[in-house]
């Protein structure tokens, strides 16, 4: 191609049309065709007819399925609430309960609500759905959340090419200090949104705050790191971390247990993940689990600051070689003899050869 402005104008679109094909990879694949993949659930099985009932429904699912079974309602309701289970089915002639919690997963219920209803059917009775962890009234699918995650990533992640570029005049130390403002700007927006103007949490905003900050200043060291390595690449490199693969493992809108296997291996240890499942642990479930989800982005906070540290190792050593050059430079611009000495060592080099 002869024309360098096309060539450079060509060059660029790779990036777009590169997230163009990872967002739809992306989300199709993780959203298009929900469906269970072994979905735990929990059967009452108080005497041996409810045990063979619980392991007809085991072998009737298949794969889609977990079926467990627990001694009674009070355990099955201690299992939903502890999150072990989706859903817990208590078995009865006259009045078949399913025990859900939409705090948990709103979609993870209504799946296992078709599931069960026509079994309870078959048994001639409708069924009774509890929830027992409800969401609250401003965020009915408990899905507002997911939209929390969506904001304060872009507000993270866009704030890499700034730092990163414009601020790259800065030494890594103020870019680094930048990050940590930056990122508790981020997350008292967050904050704000989730609290007072929208009131999808209407308590514990101080750990909504934390958790938004963890998760926020592990995206941005992370992609201030990169800038230095990928430059114009970066972009790209933070959509996929930070939007193609993080969105979609959230479990914001389905759990992992209604995605296929990758994206279901990938909830069990991306930020995304963390910061979601935190924040339900903190606002509907007591605390319960809310510590391994901390040290899941405390762990990404670290990665963030190791690469910011290989980041600002590698900029040290451009630099020292930068200045070794134009000491070199100023050298021979001072010493012309040496120069001369040295152009005449080239060309006998250069005969010899």
Known sequence: MRD??????????????????????????AF??????HLPVAVVAQDAQ???????????????LDVRTVADRSDAVDAVKGREVTAAYVPDGSRPELIVATAASDTGATVAEKVFTPIAARQGSPLAVTDVVGTVEDDPTGQGLF???????????????????????????????????????VSVIGTLLAGPVFHLVHHELAGLW??????????????????????RWTTLAMMALFVMLNFTSSGGLFRPELQNGFFGTLHSFWNGAGFVEGLRSLVYFGHDG??????????WLLAGLAVTGAAALAERRTEAR?????????????DPTKNAAAEEEEMEEAVGV
């Open 147 to 185: 939209f929390l995650l969506v904001a304060v990533s872009i507000g993270s992640y866009a704030s890499v090419a700034v730092i990163g570029g414009a601020g790259a005049a800065l030494r890594m130390r103020g870019r680094a200090l930048l990050v940590v403002g930056v990122s508790g700007v």
């Open 322 to 334: 930068a200045a070794r050059t134009r000491a070199a430079e100023a050298d021979a611009d001072a």
């Open 50 to 64: 409810a045990k063979v009932f619980a392991q007809n429904v085991k072998d009737g699912a298949g794969d889609a």
């Open 210 to 231: 934390g958790l938004s900050w963890l998760y926020s200043a592990g995206i941005l060291f992370i992609g201030v790191g990169l800038h230095t390595f990928l430059k």
């Open 4 to 29: 360098p402005a096309l060539r450079h104008v060509l060059t660029h679109l790779v990036t777009p049309l590169l997230m163009c094909l990872g967002m739809g990879l992306a989300y199709l694949g």
């Open 32 to 37: 298009v065709h929900p469906e269970p993949h």
């Open 290 to 299: 809310l510590g391994r989800h901390v040290w899941t982005l405390v762990l």
